[in-house]
C-alpha cells in the first residue's frame, strides 16, 4: 500500500524579522542536504526527507514501509540492535558509520522522543576535518584547568577549539540579562576582521534559538548556501519536532545574516550555566567546512567541561559577594535588635547600611525625618521622590536600574540615583529606606548599527532585513545604574520584615508601658511618672544636646585640625569619644529601665530555637573571631523568649569579646534537676529547677569581682580594651533573670575561662 506523501512546514507565512522571534525553528520541516533523515514509529517510516531515496539509492515510496524498504537487511537489522541498545530518549547518539548500497560512508545518529524514532544520515565530503580528538582532548582539557583567571579560561577553549576544527574565526560569546551579548575571547586566523569587544543585539539570537541551544548543545551549519530538503509525511503527521536534530534547516533569516557576515560555515558549541544559556563558543569559516563525528564530540566535551567550570568560578564569585553581604546585614540586624532609636540604628556611627546592599548612597524617610548618607539626592529631592513612592503601588519592594524612565525628575539627578533599590515601611506616612547607585556611563561598541534597516525588495515591497555592515558602531548609554541582584532584593526584603516586627514589638512595648503608666495606684502611678519624666529627658533632653555636642566637636575636627596644635586636635579628639561614650550609657540606661518596666510576655520556648536564632544573629562575629559554639540538648521552659534572647546573646557575645585565643571555644548547656553533680548553687535555687550555663575559655574573672560585675556600668577593664563597650551588659542580663524568678552566678578560674550558671522560673512576680 503506497501513501501520498505530505510536505510538512510549521509557519505558512513568509518569515523576515518582523516576526523571526516568533519564528518556530525548532520544527523548520527540512533539513541540511549533505545528510537524511526518517522517523519511524515503531518498525514503520513515517517521515523522511526527500533527498533520502537519492542520497541512500533506496526507491520511493518510504512512507507506512518497514526500515527496509530504506536500507539493505543486513544494515536494517544492524540499527534495530543499536536502536535497543542506546538511551536515545531525548538524547542524540552517534550510532555507527556504515556505507549503503555503495554509497557513503554515512554516520548514522539516532535518538526518540516521544513515540517517534529518528534516524539521521550525515555523509561527510572528503575534505572533512578528521583528528586524534582524544589527544587533542586530553591536552585542552589540561590547558583550560590550569587557568586561574576567567579571562585566560575563555582565551584557552576559544583557542582550543579552533585547533580542533580549522575554523577562521573562534569567539565566546557571553549573554547579559538583556538578551545583548558580548565577544569576550577570540582567536581569528590572518587577514580575518576581529570582533573581540563587540557587542551584538537580542534579536541576533532570539529567545527560541537560545532555548535551542540549551537543549541541544551543538549546532553546525556545513555550509550556508544549502537549498534546504524538505521532509515528506504521512497525512495528518505533525510536523516533527527538530529540536535535538543534527541535520535541523535553520531560519532562511539566520542563513541570511551569516551570508552578510561573510561566512561560509559556523558551528556553535552552547555553554550552560546550570539550566540556563551563558554563553556561547561560536565559530566562523570562509567557505564550506565539515567536521567528522570524533572531532563534534571533542568540541561538545570542551563545551561541557567549560560549562561546570564557569559555573564553578560564578559560584564562587557569587558566595564571595553573599558572605560580604551577610556579614553587613548580620551586623545591621544585630544593631536593630539592640538599639533604642531606630532611625539612629539605621544610620548612626557604624550602621553599615551602604554595605548592606552594596550602594554608593542611602536615604531613610521614617517619622517625617528624612536622613541621606553617602552620595544621595538632595533634601528637595529626596522629599519630592518620597511624594512619588507614596503614589506608586503597594508594592513592598521597588528596585529599578533606570529611575530616570519611570521618574522623569531622577534624570537631573542620575550622577548619584539612576538606580533606586526601596523598601516600604508605611506608605501612609511616607516611611521608606532607600539605597542609590549611580549612572554608569557606557560607550557601548556594537557589531554594526543594531537598528534593523528597511529594504526594498525586487517586487517593490518594503521588507526587513538582517544588517549588511559588522563594523563597530558604537552609541553612548546613559541613566541606567549596574542591575540590583537577586540576593540584594532579597536582603532588602529581610531587612523590611525585620524592621516591621521591630517597630511592632515597640509599639507593644509602649502599649504596655502606657498601661503601667495610667495605673490607679497614686504611688505607682506618681513613680511611673517620675521614671517616665527621666527617660524623656534622658533620650531628649540629653541625647539631642550631647548629639550637637559630637557632631560640632566632629565638624571641628575636620574643619579646624590643620589650624590647631597637636595638643588642642588631641583634646578635640577626647571630646568626641566622651561625648560618644556618654550617648552609649544614656542608651544602656534607657534600656535598662525598660527591662524593669515592661510586661514580659510568657509563653512554652524550645530554647534551643531560641538559641539557634541568636547564633543565626551573631553568625558574622562569630565567624571574624573564629569561634566555634557547641550547645547540648536544651530544655522547653514557659519564658519571654525575647528577652531570654537577650541574655543568650549577650553572655555569647562577651564571651566572644573577653579572650585572648585565636579560636575561641564556648558551650551553651543544661543541667537537669538531679543532675547538677557537686555544682554549688546559690541559696534559695529550687531542686527541680534547671540549671542553664555559657561556658567559655576566655580570660577569666578573680572571684573577688563576681559581684561587681552586675553592676550597671562597672567594666574591670579600660574602655578600649576587649572591644570596649559600657559595662551594662551583665546587669540587664541579671534584670531579665530576676523577672524570670531566676539567678545567675559565675565560676571562674583565672586565665582559663568563666562559666555562667542560671536558672529560669517562667511566670515569677518582678
Not at 108 to 134: I, K, S, W
Not at 494 to 502: E, K
Not at 504 to 512: I, V
Not at 713 to 728: I, N, P, V, Y
Request: charge should be negative; hydrophobic fraction near 40%; include cysteine.
Amino acid at each position: 500500500m503506497t501513501h501520498e506523501p505530505t510536505r510538512v512546514t510549521a509557519l505558512d507565512a513568509p518569515v523576515d524579522l518582523t516576526n523571526c522571534d516568533r519564528e518556530p525553528i525548532h520544527v523548520p520541516g527540512a533539513v541540511q542536504p549533505h545528510g537524511a533523515l526518517v522517523a519511524l514509529r515503531g518498525d514503520v517510516i513515517v517521515q523522511y526527507s526527500e533527498n533520502a531515496p537519492a542520497l541512500l539509492g533506496a526507491g520511493d515510496g518510504l512512507l507506512g514501509q518497514p526500515l527496509e524498504a530504506l536500507l539493505p537487511p543486513e544494515l536494517a537489522q544492524q540499527v534495530r540492535g543499536a536502536l535497543a541498545s542506546g538511551e536515545l530518549d531525548r538524547n542524540p547518539l552517534f550510532l555507527l558509520s556504515a556505507e549503503v548500497r555503495g554509497r557513503g560512508p554515512f554516520d548514522l545518529t539516532a535518538h526518540r522522543l516521544d513515540d517517534l524514532t529518528v534516524v539521521e544520515f550525515e555523509q561527510l565530503p572528503p575534505h572533512a576535518v578528521h583528528a586524534d580528538a582524544y589527544s587533542l582532548v586530553r591536552a585542552a582539557l589540561a590547558r583550560l584547568n590550569a587557568a586561574t583567571t576567567l579571562e585566560g579560561f575563555v582565551d584557552v577553549a576559544a583557542r582550543e577549539v579552533q585547533a580542533l576544527t580549522g575554523f577562521d574565526r573562534v569567539m565566546v560569546y557571553q549573554f547579559a540579562d538583556d538578551g545583548t551579548g558580548t565577544v569576550i575571547a577570540e582567536r581569528c586566523a590572518p587577514g580575518v576582521t576581529p570582533y573581540l569587544g563587540l557587542r551584538y543585539p537580542a534579536s541576533d539570537i532570539p529567545k527560541q534559538a537560545r532555548a535551542l541551544y540549551v537543549l541541544n548543545m551543538l549546532r553546525i551549519i556545513t555550509d550556508v548556501h544549502y537549498q534546504p530538503a524538505r521532509l515528506l509525511a504521512l497525512p495528518g503527521e505533525a510536523p516533527l519536532d527538530m529540536s535535538y536534530c543534527v541535520l535541523r534547516s535553520v531560519s532562511p533569516i539566520h542563513l541570511e545574516y551569516l551570508q552578510n557576515m561573510g561566512v561560509g560555515a559556523s558551528m556553535s558549541v552552547s555553554l550552560l550555566r546550570g539550566p540556563e544559556l551563558w554563553g556561547l563558543i561560536a565559530c566562523h569559516h570562509s567557505g564550506p567546512r565539515a567536521l567528522g563525528a570524533n572531532v563534534r564530540a571533542a568540541c561538545e566535551l570542551i563545551g561541557q567541561v567549560a560549562s561546570v567550570q564557569l559555573s564553578a568560578w560564578q559560584e564562587r564569585q557569587d558566595q564571595t559577594y553573599q558572605l560580604h553581604l551577610k556579614e553587613a546585614q548580620a551586623h545591621l540586624m544585630e544593631r536593630l535588635a539592640d538599639a533604642p532609636d531606630l532611625m539612629e540604628a539605621l544610620v548612626g556611627q557604624g550602621s553599615q547600611l551602604l554595605e548592606f546592599v552594596d550602594a554608593s548612597g542611602a536615604a531613610v524617610c521614617l517619622d517625617g525625618e528624612v536622613i541621606h548618607m553617602g552620595r544621595a539626592p538632595g533634601d528637595e529631592q529626596l522629599r519630592a521622590l518620597q511624594t512619588w513612592l507614596g503614589e506608586q503601588s503597594e508594592a513592598e519592594v521597588l528596585h529599578t536600574r533606570a529611575l530616570g524612565e519611570l521618574y522623569p525628575p531622577a534624570a537631573g539627578f542620575a550622577d548619584v540615583a539612576s538606580g533606586l533599590l526601596g523598601v516600604q515601611l508605611s506608605r501612609l506616612r511616607g516611611d521608606y529606606v532607600l539605597w542609590f547607585r549611580p549612572e554608569e556611563l557606557q560607550t557601548v561598541t556594537w557589531g554594526g548599527d543594531p537598528t534593523k534597516p528597511v529594504e526594498v525588495a525586487g517586487d517593490g515591497e518594503a521588507r526587513l532585513s538582517p544588517r549588511r555592515s559588522f563594523e563597530a558602531w558604537q552609541q553612548t548609554v546613559r541613566g541606567r545604574s549596574a542591575p540590583w541582584l537577586p540576593e540584594e532584593i532579597a536582603a532588602a526584603r529581610t531587612l523590611r520584615r525585620a524592621l516591621l516586627n521591630l517597630v511592632l514589638r515597640r509599639a507593644e512595648e509602649l502599649r504596655a508601658l502606657n498601661e503601667d503608666l495610667t495605673r490607679s495606684n497614686q504611688d505607682l502611678a506618681r513613680s511611673n511618672a517620675d521614671l517616665d519624666a527621666f527617660a524623656y529627658i534622658a533620650s531628649h533632653d540629653l541625647k539631642e544636646p550631647l548629639r550637637g555636642l559630637h557632631n560640632y566637636s566632629v565638624f571641628l575636627l575636620e574643619s579646624y585640625a590643620q589650624q590647631l596644635d597637636e595638643d588642642g586636635a588631641a583634646k578635640l579628639r577626647t571630646l568626641v569619644r566622651l561625648t560618644q561614650r556618654m550617648d552609649d550609657l544614656i542608651d544602656s540606661l534607657l534600656l535598662y529601665s525598660r527591662v524593669g518596666r515592661v510586661d514580659l510576655s510568657f509563653r512554652e520556648a524550645d530554647l534551643n530555637g531560641v538559641l539557634a536564632d541568636v547564633l543565626d544573629v551573631l553568625s558574622a562575629r562569630l565567624d571574624q573571631a573564629g569561634a566555634r559554639v557547641t550547645a547540648g540538648p536544651l530544655p522547653t521552659l514557659t519564658i519571654d523568649r525575647v528577652r531570654v534572647g537577650e541574655v543568650l546573646n549577650n553572655l555569647v557575645s562577651n564571651a566572644v569579646k573577653y579572650t585572648e585565643r585565636e579560636h575561641p571555644q564556648i558551650e551553651v548547656g543544661a543541667l537537669a534537676p538531679g543532675e547538677r553533680g557537686g555544682l554549688a548553687v546559690p541559696a534559695g535555687v529550687p531542686d527541680d529547677a534547671w540549671v542553664l550555663f555559657v561556658r567559655d575559655d576566655g580570660i577569666g574573672i578573680r572571684e573577688r569581682h563576681f559581684e561587681n560585675i552586675f553592676r550597671i556600668f562597672k567594666r574591670l577593664h579600660a574602655r578600649d580594651q576587649f572591644g570596649g563597650g559600657t559595662g551594662a551588659g551583665l546587669t540587664i542580663v541579671k534584670k531579665i533573670i530576676d523577672r524570670h524568678g531566676g539567678q545567675i552566678w559565675p565560676v571562674s578560674t583565672y586565665g582559663e575561662g568563666t562559666t555562667f550558671y542560671f536558672t529560669l522560673q517562667g511566670g515569677a512576680p518582678s
